[in-house]
C-alpha cells in the first residue's frame, strides 16, 4: 500500500476505522483523499481479515465538507463530468463492497461528504451533525451520486426541497428522515454503536452478506442511467459563468451573485 497523506487507518478485532484527516479543511475530499480512498476500499474488498469498515473525519466539527471547493473551482465543462464519474466510481465501489460499511458522521456531512455517509450502508450521527447538499449555493448540482442516493433514502418531495434550497438539516431531522440510522450525544458513543453492529455482523456468513448487500443494492439498479444524468449535468453546470462566481464567492468569503450564465 502506498504511503496515505490524508487518511487514518485503524484494524481492530477485524473492523478496520478509516479517518479523514484533513481538519484544517474540515475533511473536504481533494483529488488525493478521493484516491487514497480508492486504494483503501480495494484493497480491503479483498482483505479477508476485515470484516466490516467504519468511516469518520478527524476532529469533532466535520465528516467531511463536501469537494474540496479549491480544487473544485479549477473543473472546467470538459473535465467536469469525468471528474464527476470518477467520484461516483468510488462511492459505487463503497455501496458495493462485500462488507458492512458504516458512516459515523461526527459533524458537518455537506455536499459530497453527505454522498460520502449516503454510499455507506448504515449512517451513525452525534447530536451536532449536520446534513445538506449545498451545490447549488456554488452553481452546480451533486455529482457524487447526491441526486439519486438522497431521493432513495428520504424520498422524492424532501430531496427536491434539500437539494433546491441548499438548506443544511440537523441530526434530529436526518433521523426523522430516517438518513440517519441513530444519534448519540458523543463521537465516542457513535463509535461504540457502530463497533456493536459490526461485531453481530461478523459473527454471520461473510458470503450471504455479500450477497445480501448486493441484493439490497439492486433495488436501485433501475437508477443507474440517474448517476449518468447527474455527471451529464453536473459537466454542464461547470461551464457556466455561475459556476465559476459561485466557487470565487466562497473562495472570496462573500455571497454569490448568480446572472444565470
Ligand atoms: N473545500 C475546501 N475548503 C473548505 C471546504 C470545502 N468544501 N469547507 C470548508 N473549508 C475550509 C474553509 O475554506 C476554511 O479554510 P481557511 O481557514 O483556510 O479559510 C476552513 O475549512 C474552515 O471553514 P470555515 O471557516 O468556512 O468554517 P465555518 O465554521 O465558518 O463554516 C461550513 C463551516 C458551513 C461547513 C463552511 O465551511 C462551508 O460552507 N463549507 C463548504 C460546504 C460546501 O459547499 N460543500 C459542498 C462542496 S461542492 C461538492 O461537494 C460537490 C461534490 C461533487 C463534485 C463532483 C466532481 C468534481
Known amino acids: 500500500m502506498e504511503e496515505l497523506k490524508n487518511l487514518l487507518l485503524e484494524k481492530k478485532d477485524g473492523i478496520l476505522v478509516i479517518t479523514i484527516n484533513r481538519e484544517s479543511a474540515l475533511n473536504a475530499l481533494n483529488e488525493q483523499t478521493l484516491n487514497e480512498l480508492d486504494q483503501v476500499f480495494q484493497e480491503t474488498d479483498v482483505d479477508k481479515d476485515v470484516k466490516g469498515v467504519i468511516i469518520t473525519g478527524a476532529g469533532d466539527k466535520a465528516f467531511v465538507a463536501g469537494a474540496d471547493i479549491k480544487e473544485l473551482a479549477l473543473v472546467t465543462e470538459v473535465n467536469g463530468r469525468s471528474m464527476a ?9 463503497i455501496e458495493r463492497l462485500s462488507k458492512p460499511v458504516i458512516a459515523a458522521v461526527n459533524g458537518f456531512a455537506l455536499g459530497g461528504g453527505c454522498e460520502l455517509a449516503m454510499a455507506c450502508h448504515i449512517r451513525i450521527a452525534t447530536s451536532s451533525a449536520k446534513f445538506g447538499q449545498p451545490e447549488i449555493n456554488l452553481g452546480i448540482i451533486p455529482g457524487y451520486g447526491g ?11 424532501k430531496a427536491m426541497e434539500l437539494l433546491m434550497t441548499a438548506d443544511m438539516i440537523d441530526a434530529a431531522e436526518a433521523l426523522h428522515l430516517r438518513l440517519v440510522n441513530y444519534v448519540f450525544d458523543s463521537k465516542e458513543a457513535v463509535l461504540e454503536k457502530a463497533f456493536e453492529i459490526l461485531d ?31 455527471a451529464n449535468a453536473f459537466g454542464r453546470c461547470c461551464g457556466t459563468e455561475d459556476f465559476l462566481e459561485g466557487t470565487t464567492a466562497f473562495i472570496e468569503k462573500r455571497k454569490p451573485n448568480f446572472q444565470g450564465k
Open 85 to 93: 464519474e470518477k467520484g461516483q466510481e468510488l462511492f459505487d465501489r
Open 200 to 230: 453481530k455482523i461478523k459473527t454471520k456468513a461473510p458470503i450471504a452478506i455479500g450477497l445480501l448487500i448486493d441484493s439490497v443494492n439492486a433495488v436501485h439498479t433501475t437508477g443507474e442511467n440517474g448517476y449518468q444524468t447527474e
Open 147 to 157: 441526486t439519486q442516493r438522497l431521493t432513495q433514502l428520504i424520498g422524492k418531495g
